[in-house]
């Protein structure tokens, strides 16, 4: 599922499911954010919150 928000449309959104977590992606050129999404938060909020306080999410499923 992707989406654009208001404001943000250079950045291309999308929802995405890594293993049991569901992850939200934000996409502009070659700049690539990602956070964990709680089940009970907001999409959108979360959006502009982390175009606004970038932080990285990595998951790695390769054993260390």
Known sequence: MSFTLPGLLSWQFRIVLIW?????EALS????????????SSRIRRGYDLIQSPRCTLINDCPA
């Not at 049991?20 to 939200?24: F, G, I, P, T």
């Open 20 to 24: 049991q977590h569901v992850a939200l």
């Open 29 to 40: 050129d070659s700049q690539r954010l990602s956070t964990i999404l709680d089940p009970t």
